[in-house]
């Protein structure tokens, strides 16, 4: 021991610690990471501050460059003053907020709309933080949040009735989002359980509508459910166009949802389903509290993949003439007031749908943290 | 399930009776009209939310006839792809979206076309640097075509039957069209004209592009309802007449009030002075002086959308009144 107090502790080579050392290992550990990382440092050194300058310092937000509000288009710096050095001109997504929100949802009653996003965060906290106080109540207003939110967009029971053409923007983006993902999952569930069942006829028809659905891409199903869906209907029985566009969405979530969970089904190692037998557990109580538990807990990051997936796809609803966010967009564009403004509507909606697929990714690379799904199974 | 169902239960519309198109329209308070999802100058929505355009005009009109009350109508968003089933279903009562009246259109797929209200054809637009002025001479061109469409096929049968070649730059939508052609990916842009028109006025400097005076095909657009219902087929008919003939007749929003007292026996007509001809329709004998005094005549629309001083910029040309040059000509209001 008293030697040991003779030498001094040699700290590591400078080269292999600190910022230093991260750099040197982790960008510039052979002559082709040392290449890739001066290029990217290089495209990013020409493309950050021009991005920045566009965007933000020589754009125009509410007013152009000799200081007027911008109305129309021809307002716009960039437009008024081709010659100089002017970047985005924001004012169309400033005047046209409200629409890219919400579309023409009358104003006097938007409170509905600002009232159901509230309520879908306190829908989504019991799902999100496991440690709420009274998370159990929480969670049956989860369950009830669908029809509640359905009610105060829609209407009824007292309040006006807005028809779902009235809907736009971020709205119609949500609705098919939320509603499409947390109907999907349940029945994702019961389809994965459904193909894996014992009873031929359900185990066909779950293989049958989930190899369907995922054999036809969703453009096929929107058209579906605008044009030969009412044909199945009775005459006169007219279901609305965003209903029917839902249901196309919801079945299309719902195949690819099983076969994800169906991949957290064929993880569970065969022990745990004997071990929930032999403590006499019926099957939907060994699903329920053995099985589903483990399942979904491993297939979060594909779950969360898909649903991110469905998020984007939405926007395909344009081609069959609902005004989501991206459509939204597009009318704008087709207003003589702000035409030709297409990268401004581009770049925000692109930020949009960044800020909510980016807020899912990272929520769902926590979850794997917390649940640590990463689990080596059996090894302990 | 259970619960999806009962949603679907509660948002499905009741069994309408099956009675005919005015009076649903008339006992639901409103009109259902189909748009396009955004056209400049045919239809739009604007800041504040209200849809706007040449084609949105003839929606209101017919609310106007109706309702006397041109706000008095829903615009449902259709597609190129959509339009038709919409229709079809019942979802919307009529259509005012650009539309081409073909034979197949007006008889295989049970609509009713009741009229024009704008005579459209293909067109070329090319960079004024590029000194052609006849599409004859655009041999070897590259032309950015939008792919699944007749003007992609009208275009084949132009080169075929000039005798030259053309180099295809497939593109879907206008806006890609637009990007490409200023970009100088392609030389040519082809569409109907309006479209061409419309393109032109987003460009940085419009006058470095001229619009060929060639058009190679007839694409008549007009308003369309289902077929078999002859009485509401009739109130489109009218209601879109009424703009043409009232422009005819001199008679606009401003100066309608007066017309009144005019001394012309059609004007009278018109506005329902003398004669009972909106009670023939099943309308108030002044449907004619709401859809003018609230809408204006044909050119007041024209002018305001798609006119020479919008952005657009489109001449009267074809659509010009029969008696200025154009073929437009609506049958007598008597």
């Given at each position: 021991?008293?030697?040991?107090?003779?030498?001094?502790?040699?700290?590591?080579?400078?080269?292999?610690?600190?910022?230093?050392?991260?750099?040197?290992?982790?960008?510039?550990?052979?002559?082709?990471?040392?290449?890739?990382?001066?290029?990217?440092?290089?495209?990013?050194?020409?493309?950050?501050?021009?991005?920045?300058?566009?965007s933000?310092?020589?754009a125009?937000?509410?007013?152009?460059?000799?200081?007027?509000?911008?109305?129309?288009?021809?307002?716009?710096?960039?437009?008024?003053?081709?010659?100089?050095?002017?970047?985005a001109c924001w004012a169309i997504i400033i005047?046209r907020f409200?629409?890219f929100m919400?579309?023409?949802?009358?104003?006097?009653?938007?409170?509905?709309?600002?009232?159901?996003?509230?309520?879908?965060?306190?829908?989504?906290?019991?799902?999100?933080?496991?440690?709420?106080?009274?998370?159990?109540?929480?969670?049956?207003?989860?369950?009830?949040?669908?029809?509640?939110?359905?009610?105060?967009?829609?209407?009824?029971?007292?309040?006006?009735?807005?028809?779902?053409?009235?809907?736009?923007g971020l709205?119609?983006?949500?609705?098919?989002?939320?509603?499409?993902?947390?109907?999907?999952?349940?029945?994702?569930?019961?389809?994965?359980?459904?193909?894996?069942?014992?009873?031929?006829?359900?185990?066909?028809?779950?293989?049958?509508?989930?190899?369907?659905?995922?054999?036809?891409?969703?453009?096929?199903?929107?058209?579906?459910?605008?044009?030969?869906?009412?044909?199945?209907?009775?005459?006169?029985?007219?279901?609305?166009?965003?209903?029917?566009?839902?249901?196309?969405?919801?079945?299309?979530?719902?195949?690819?949802?099983?076969?994800?969970?169906?991949?957290?089904?064929?993880?569970?190692?065969?022990?745990?389903?004997?071990?929930?037998?032999?403590?006499?557990?019926?099957?939907?109580?060994?699903?329920?509290?053995?099985?589903?538990?483990?399942?979904?807990?491993?297939?979060?990051?594909?779950?969360?993949?898909?649903?991110?997936?469905?998020?984007?796809?939405?926007?395909?609803?344009?081609?069959?003439?609902?005004?989501?966010l991206l459509?939204i967009g597009?009318?704008a564009l087709?207003?003589?007031?702000?035409?030709?403004l297409s990268n401004e509507v581009y770049v925000f909606v692109a930020l949009v749908f960044f800020i909510?697929?980016?807020?899912?990714?990272?929520?769902?690379?926590?979850?794997?943290?917390?649940?640590?799904?990463?689990?080596?199974?059996?090894?302990? | 399930?259970?619960?999806?169902?009962?949603?679907?239960?509660?948002?499905?519309?009741?069994?309408?009776?099956?009675?005919?198109?005015?009076?649903?329209?008339?006992?639901?308070?409103?009109?259902?009209?189909?748009?396009?999802?955004?056209?400049?100058?045919?239809?739009?929505?604007?800041?504040?939310?209200?849809?706007?355009?040449?084609?949105?005009?003839?929606?209101?009109?017919?609310?106007?006839?109706?309702?006397?009350?041109?706000?008095?109508?829903?615009?449902?968003?259709?597609?190129?792809?959509?339009?038709?089933?919409?229709?079809?279903?019942?979802?919307?009562?009529?259509?005012?979206?650009?539309?081409?009246?073909?034979?197949?259109?007006?008889?295989?797929?049970?609509?009713?076309?009741?009229?024009?209200?704008?005579?459209?054809?293909?067109?070329?637009?090319?960079?004024?640097?590029?000194?052609?002025?006849?599409?004859?001479?655009?041999?070897?061109?590259?032309?950015?075509?939008?792919?699944?469409?007749?003007?992609?096929?009208?275009?084949?049968?132009?080169?075929?039957?000039?005798?030259?070649?053309?180099?295809?730059?497939?593109?879907?939508?206008?806006?890609?069209?637009?990007?490409?052609?200023?970009?100088?990916?392609?030389?040519?842009?082809?569409?109907?004209?309006?479209?061409?028109?419309?393109?032109?006025?987003?460009?940085?400097?419009?006058?470095?592009?001229?619009?060929?005076?060639?058009?190679?095909?007839?694409?008549?657009?007009?308003?369309?309802?289902?077929?078999?219902?002859?009485?509401?087929?009739?109130?489109?008919?009218?209601?879109?007449?009424?703009?043409?003939?009232?422009?005819?007749?001199?008679?606009?929003?401003?100066?309608?009030?007066?017309?009144?007292?005019?001394?012309?026996?059609?004007?009278?007509?018109?506005?329902?002075?003398?004669?009972?001809?909106?009670?023939?329709?099943?309308?108030?004998?002044?449907?004619?002086?709401?859809?003018?005094?609230?809408?204006?005549?044909?050119?007041?629309?024209?002018?305001?959308?798609?006119?020479?001083?919008?952005?657009?910029?489109?001449?009267?040309?074809?659509?010009?009144?029969?008696?200025?040059?154009?073929?437009?000509?609506?049958?007598?209001?008597?």
């Amino acid at each position: 021991m008293e030697n040991n107090s003779n030498f001094e502790t040699r700290k590591p080579p400078v080269a292999t610690t600190g910022i230093l050392g991260w750099c040197r290992q982790h960008l510039f550990s052979n002559w082709i990471n040392s290449f890739i990382t001066l290029l990217v440092i290089y495209f990013l050194y020409q493309l950050i501050p021009w991005f920045l300058d566009w965007s933000v310092f020589s754009a125009d937000f509410w007013t152009n460059y000799k200081g007027e509000l911008i109305v129309d288009r021809t307002f716009c710096s960039r437009v008024a003053d081709p010659e100089g050095d002017h970047g985005a001109c924001w004012a169309i997504i400033i005047v046209r907020f409200y629409q890219f929100m919400y579309g023409f949802y009358p104003s006097e009653q938007v409170w509905r709309v600002n009232l159901t996003y509230f309520l879908l965060v306190v829908a989504l906290l019991p799902l999100l933080i496991e440690k709420i106080p009274g998370r159990k109540h929480l969670i049956k207003f989860t369950i009830a949040f669908p029809i509640v939110a359905f009610i105060l967009l829609y209407g009824g029971f007292g309040f006006q009735i807005i028809p779902t053409n009235k809907w736009g923007g971020l709205l119609v983006t949500l609705v098919l989002g939320v509603f499409g993902i947390a109907i999907a999952f349940p029945l994702g569930i019961l389809l994965a359980l459904g193909r894996r069942s014992q009873l031929p006829v359900i185990s066909m028809f779950c293989t049958l509508f989930i190899e369907f659905i995922r054999g036809v891409p969703l453009i096929t199903l929107l058209f579906f459910g605008m044009v030969m869906l009412p044909l199945f209907l009775p005459e006169g029985l007219n279901l609305d166009g965003l209903v029917r566009v839902l249901v196309a969405v919801t079945l299309f979530q719902a195949a690819y949802m099983a076969e994800v969970i169906r991949g957290g089904l064929q993880a569970i190692p065969r022990g745990q389903y004997e071990a929930a037998q032999s403590v006499g557990l019926s099957y939907w109580q060994m699903n329920r509290k053995i099985i589903l538990p483990q399942a979904i807990r491993i297939s979060i990051p594909s779950i969360v993949n898909t649903s991110i997936g469905l998020f984007k796809d939405t926007t395909l609803v344009i081609i069959i003439g609902l005004l989501d966010l991206l459509g939204i967009g597009r009318g704008a564009l087709a207003d003589a007031t702000w035409m030709g403004l297409s990268n401004e509507v581009y770049v925000f909606v692109a930020l949009v749908f960044f800020i909510f697929t980016f807020s899912m990714s990272r929520y769902s690379l926590y979850l794997e943290k917390k649940l640590k799904t990463g689990i080596n199974m059996g090894a302990d | 399930m259970k619960k999806l169902l009962s949603i679907f239960a509660v948002l499905a519309f009741a069994f309408s009776a099956n009675a005919g198109t005015l009076d649903d329209v008339k006992n639901r308070g409103f009109l259902k009209c189909g748009v396009t999802t955004g056209l400049i100058g045919f239809a739009a929505p604007d800041d504040a939310g209200n849809w706007a355009g040449f084609d949105v005009d003839v929606c209101r009109a017919v609310a106007a006839a109706i309702f006397g009350d041109s706000s008095k109508v829903e615009f449902t968003t259709t597609t190129g792809k959509s339009r038709f089933p919409t229709l079809a279903s019942g979802e919307i009562d009529m259509l005012a979206r650009n539309t081409t009246w073909t034979l197949s259109r007006d008889v295989n797929l049970g609509f009713e076309f009741v009229g024009v209200n704008y005579y459209d054809g293909q067109g070329f637009m090319i960079p004024s640097a590029l000194g052609v002025d006849d599409a004859t001479g655009l041999d070897g061109a590259t032309v950015c075509i939008q792919t699944g469409t007749t003007t992609e096929l009208n275009l084949a049968d132009f080169f075929r039957a000039n005798g030259i070649g053309y180099e295809a730059l497939p593109i879907e939508t206008n806006d890609e069209a637009r990007e490409n052609l200023f970009a100088g990916r392609c030389d040519v842009y082809t569409t109907d004209a309006s479209g061409l028109s419309a393109t032109r006025a987003q460009a940085d400097d419009p006058d470095k592009w001229v619009v060929l005076p060639n058009i190679i095909s007839k694409e008549p657009l007009g308003p369309l309802v289902r077929h078999g219902d002859h009485q509401w087929g009739d109130v489109v008919r009218w209601s879109l007449n009424t703009m043409i003939i009232a422009e005819e007749l001199g008679v606009s929003s401003s100066n309608v009030d007066d017309s009144k007292g005019s001394n012309v026996p059609e004007v009278l007509r018109l506005l329902g002075v003398e004669g009972g001809y909106g009670e023939m329709l099943e309308l108030s004998n002044d449907f004619a002086y709401n859809i003018i005094k609230q809408v204006g005549n044909y050119s007041e629309s024209f002018d305001r959308n798609i006119g020479p001083d919008t952005p657009l910029g489109i001449g009267r040309n074809l659509n010009a009144l029969w008696t200025d040059g154009g073929i437009l000509y609506a049958p007598p209001f008597r």
